[in-house]
């Protein structure tokens, strides 16, 4: 199974901060990888699919870039409602793996 | 509007069975594919399973794989996830959710929470 690390596993911001996550595949999935947002006792919201392409109705703040085994989520400009859990998933084979989450918390 | 509504979850004993359901409205339930995934307390992420919009393909995640079935009725517009010999390990929020072509994860159901314990 492709394993996926995601970094850093907690981080601290400020509203307005800039904030980059990353997740690395144990080997190449092309640009198959998607990102999510938790918040506590919600479902995960899909942010970005394809690795790059923002999902219908998510602010332009988030995006994503990558392609073979190093990808990252980036939130140009944090916002109060940004504190969450965040999860990548690879979806180009079975079993699909997700990474183990990062926590962004407020500073 | 899409909607997932899963249900079925409840406290069952280690060895127990349980059968999740998820009924799903607003979309055209027979050309998705579906999956389950799963949160245990204070944890991650884990993705169970998967079924192909025709029933065609399916995968588990190992640590289900020979105690756990998915199936779909298409007409029913549901999925199911029937789960055998139970383990405290299985304990978790199961979610269901659609894969859209290019956008796995799309929409996702509320959850419904298993508890395996004696």
């Known amino acids: 199974a492709i394993q996926m690390t995601q970094s850093p596993s907690s981080l601290s911001a400020s509203v307005g901060d800039r904030v980059t996550i990353t997740c690395r595949a144990s080997q190449g999935i092309r640009n198959d990888l998607a990102w999510y947002q938790q918040k506590p006792g919600r479902a995960p919201r899909l942010l970005i699919y394809?690795?790059?392409s923002l999902h219908s109705g998510v602010p332009s703040r988030f995006s994503g870039s990558g392609s073979g085994t190093d990808f990252s989520l980036t939130i140009s400009s944090l916002q109060p409602e940004d504190f969450a859990m965040y999860y990548c998933l690879q979806d180009y084979n079975y079993p699909r793996t997700f990474g183990q989450g990062t926590r962004l918390e407020t500073k | 509007d899409v909607q997932l509504v899963e249900s079925g979850g409840g406290l069952v004993k280690p060895g127990g069975s349980l059968r999740l359901s998820c009924a799903a409205s607003?979309?055209?339930?027979?050309?998705?594919?579906m999956k389950w995934v799963r949160q245990a307390p204070g944890k991650g992420l884990e993705w169970v399973s998967s079924?192909?919009?025709?029933?065609?393909?399916?995968y588990y995640g190992d640590s289900v794989k020979g105690r756990f079935t998915i199936s779909r009725d298409n007409p029913r517009n549901s999925m199911s996830l029937q789960m055998n010999s139970l383990r405290a390990e299985d304990t978790a929020v199961y979610y269901c959710?659609?894969?859209?072509?290019?956008?796995?994860?799309?929409?996702w159901g509320q959850g419904t929470l298993v508890t395996v314990s004696s």
């Open positions: 959710s659609r894969d859209g072509v290019l956008t796995p994860g799309d929409f």
């Open positions: 607003g979309f055209d339930f027979s050309s998705y594919t």
């Open positions: 079924i192909s919009s025709t029933s065609r393909y399916i």
């Open positions: 394809g690795a790059s």
